[in-house]
Every structure is written in C-alpha cells, then in structure tokens.
C-alpha cells in the first residue's frame, strides 16, 4: 500500500499529435511538491495558465475530456491521466504547448512507460482517499454506472455492441499494484470505420490513424497487428474510466460498477457522489 504521495523523480518529456485536432504537441510532465495534485499548464498562452485536474473544470466530455478554465482549455487528457491513477502519482505538473494532449499509441503506455523509465519518488507526506460509505447509481437509457463500498479501487465493467467482433465484453479489476501497467495501460482507443469517417468528415479525429487507434470494420480489424488482448476494447473502456475517476483529486476507495458508460455518465456520477455526503468520507491512506 503506498501510503505516502508520489511524484516524479525527472522532467520526462513527449512529442505527438492530438487525436481530434491533428496539431503537433510537445508534452513535459514535471515532479511537483507535496499536495500539488495534478495541474496542467499551456505554455504556449502568454502568463502560461494553470488548470487544475478536477472535476469540477470539466467543460466537455462528448468526445474526449476536456478541463477548461476562464476560457483556456486542455483535451483529451483521460490517457494521461489515467496514468498518474494507475501508477498513483499524486502531484505532477503538466505542461502543453498546444491544447489537445498527444495521443500517442492510442493507449496509456508510452506514458506509462516513460515516468516508469524517469522513476518515482515518494514523499514526506500522507494521502487522502475518498472511500465510498454508500452504494450510488445512475441511470440513463441502457447504460449505468454505480459506485458501491469495497477495500480496494475496484472496476467492473461490460460494453455491448451490435457488432460480430465486439458484442458483449465483461472485465473485472482491482488495482492492486503493478496490475494497470499489465492489464490496462497498453489497451488502445477503438472506433467503428463508419464512425471515424463520419467524425472526420465533420472535422474530428484529424490525427486517427491505425497508428492510434484500433479501427474494426465489418468483420474485422483493419490494424495489421490486430489486437493487444482478445477483450482490448472493455479493457480500454476501464483506462478510460480510471482517467475520469482520477478527476475527484483524490484515490477512490471503492468498487465502480459500469454498462455501456463513457465519459459524460461517468462524469455525472461523480457530481452526484460528491454532492451526496453520506456517500463517502475521507480518510488518509
Ligand atoms: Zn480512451
């Protein structure tokens, strides 16, 4: 159990393209000091803004996560931080010289692998969790997503779609240590061909390409490599969904329960939860 905070131990840094917008974007994560938490900086604005990592700046979520603050924002940032759940780095500072963050591999692992590689640091300070008292749900059409009490950051989740290659796909995980940089992190992003036509045509998914993406047509995968685990794509959902838990700023202590969710429902949750007082305290780790 690590009990005390985490960062960096070195500047790591990254180069690539963002997903919707298909600018260039040079990324340098930074070790940052005790109950910093987790803040971006777009070091390309004059005064270089900060924008907290928190729910309360998202602004949208129909695509992508995007935090926004007086005006400036800072996208598709649920891979990145993911990472920082999973690898349970508490304080970082991010800087962007562009607003859509790289997209990489599509997937959390060159992240993962380069603050693996740059090493981490643990600090003179304790921290705080929010553990779930009381079981909350929500529900929208056919997708749901609950939060419910257990001893450990739990993730239950089940994807369905009218597809031959996908169809239904269920996954269960607690993440115990090491278990995201095995299980999770290298699962990449998904799309429909159909979709990603229809998103390009419309000025999205600029830079998606079979380098970032897993792209399925009808009955098939059209990335030569094929896949990274035979259920790739609810392993992906479950990246995404600690990326949007990881916005409370704190580790969540409980067992999150997830049908056909994304992000908007995810985040709804959340809100919810944190409004609803008996359902959680907080508690030092
Ligand atoms: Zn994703």
Same mark, same amino acid.
């Given at each position: 159990?690590?009990?005390?905070?985490?960062?960096?131990?070195k500047?790591?840094?990254?180069?690539?393209?963002?997903?919707?917008?298909?600018?260039?974007?040079?990324?340098? +994560?930074?070790?940052?000091?005790?109950?910093?938490?987790?803040?971006?900086?777009?070091?390309?604005?004059?005064?270089?803004? &900060?924008i907290?990592?928190?729910?309360?700046?998202?602004?949208?979520?129909?695509?992508?996560?995007?935090?926004?603050?007086?005006?400036?924002?800072v996208?598709?940032?649920?891979?990145?931080?993911?990472?920082?759940?999973?690898?349970?780095?508490?304080?970082?500072?991010?800087?962007?010289?562009?607003?859509?963050?790289?997209?990489?591999?599509?997937?959390?692992?060159?992240?993962?692998?380069?603050?693996?590689?740059?090493? +981490?640091?643990?600090?003179?300070?304790?921290?705080?969790?929010?553990?779930?008292?009381?079981?909350?749900?929500? +529900?929208?059409?056919?997708?749901?997503?609950?939060?419910?009490?257990?001893?450990?950051?739990?993730?239950?989740?089940?994807?369905?779609?009218?597809?031959?290659?996908?169809?239904?796909?269920?996954y269960?995980?607690?993440l115990?240590?090491?278990?995201?940089e095995?299980?999770?992190?290298?699962?990449?992003?998904?799309?429909?061909?159909?979709?990603?036509?229809?998103?390009?045509?419309?000025?999205?998914?600029?830079?998606?390409?079979?380098?970032?993406?897993?792209?399925?047509?009808?009955?098939?995968?059209?990335?030569?490599?094929?896949?990274?685990?035979?259920?790739?794509? &609810?392993?992906?959902?479950?990246?995404?969904?600690?990326?949007?838990?990881?916005?409370?700023?704190?580790?969540?202590?409980?067992?999150? &329960?997830?049908?056909?969710?994304?992000?908007a429902?995810?985040?709804?949750?959340?809100?919810?939860?944190?409004?609803?007082?008996?359902?959680?305290?907080?508690?030092?780790?």
């Open positions: 159990m690590h009990g005390y905070q985490r960062t960096l131990r500047d790591v840094k990254c180069t690539g393209i963002g997903l919707h917008s298909g600018k260039q974007v040079t990324l340098t +994560i930074k070790p940052a000091p005790v109950n910093h938490g987790i803040k971006f900086v777009r070091v390309d604005l004059p005064h270089k803004p &900060v907290c990592a928190h729910f309360r700046n998202v602004i949208d979520t129909s695509l992508a996560t995007t935090l926004g603050m007086d005006g400036v924002i996208s598709t940032i649920e891979h990145l931080m993911a990472t920082f759940a999973g690898l349970k780095i508490d304080n970082a500072l991010i800087e962007m010289d562009a607003y859509e963050a790289p997209i990489m591999d599509g997937s959390a692992e060159p992240f993962t692998s380069m603050i693996k590689k740059a090493g +981490i640091k643990t600090q003179p300070k304790k921290r705080y969790m929010i553990v779930v008292k009381e079981p909350i749900k929500m +529900i929208e059409e056919d997708k749901e997503v609950g939060l419910y009490p257990s001893d450990t950051l739990k993730i239950t989740y089940t994807i369905r779609f009218d597809h031959p290659l996908v169809k239904e796909q269920s269960s995980i607690s115990v240590d090491g278990l995201f095995k299980e999770i992190s290298p699962a990449r992003t998904f799309g429909f061909l159909d979709e990603v036509d229809y998103l390009k045509r419309n000025g999205f998914a600029r830079g998606g390409s079979l380098e970032n993406a897993v792209v399925i047509d009808k009955d098939r995968v059209l990335n030569p490599e094929g896949l990274r685990y035979s259920n790739e794509f &609810v392993r992906h959902k479950i990246l995404d969904c600690i990326g949007d838990l990881s916005l409370l700023a704190m580790p969540l202590i409980g067992h999150i &329960v997830a049908v056909k969710s994304g992000h429902l995810n985040h709804a949750l959340l809100k919810k939860f944190m409004q609803q007082k008996s359902c959680w305290e907080t508690a030092e780790a």
